[in-house]
């Protein structure tokens, strides 16, 4: 395959303290994912706002993007939840979108699902 395109995958997004990305991507990889990327950015909530010799601090995140075979969701989401003891107030939020199709990837080959791009191209004309 010149480019080979992974279907049926979901992606897990995981929202976190920041430090907290590296267990996410250890509970993911444990649960059978072959790893995240970690994005970083600020909350917004209100009561998460502190005050420092008088100046707003914003608290940092990690955001954790998890690709998985759609069958494989529950068991990482799982995982993550247990691991994070997420039920619990402050520590975090996950969860998944679909995903229609995914290139670039290192793993496209273990991928349950995995076609030619020439497929889609050949069917738009």
Excluded: W
Excluded at 15 to 25: C, Q, S
Excluded at 58 to 86: N, Q
Excluded at 88 to 116: E, H, L, W
């Amino acid at each position: 395959m010149d480019k080979p395109v992974a279907l049926n995958l979901e992606m897990i997004v995981t929202i976190v303290d920041r430090g907290v990305g590296e267990d996410v991507n250890e509970y993911s990889k444990q649960a059978g994912a072959n790893g995240g990327t970690i994005l970083h950015g600020k909350g917004t909530s209100t009561k998460e706002k502190n005050r420092f010799f008088g100046l707003e601090i914003e608290p940092e995140k990690d955001i954790v993007l998890t690709l998985v075979p759609d069958t494989l969701t529950a068991t990482v989401m799982d995982a993550i939840g247990k691991g994070l003891k997420i039920d619990q107030p402050g520590n975090g939020i996950c969860f998944s979108i679909d995903i229609d199709k995914v290139m670039g990837i290192t793993a496209i080959n273990s991928y349950r699902k995995v076609v030619d791009m020439e497929t889609f191209l050949d069917n738009e004309e």
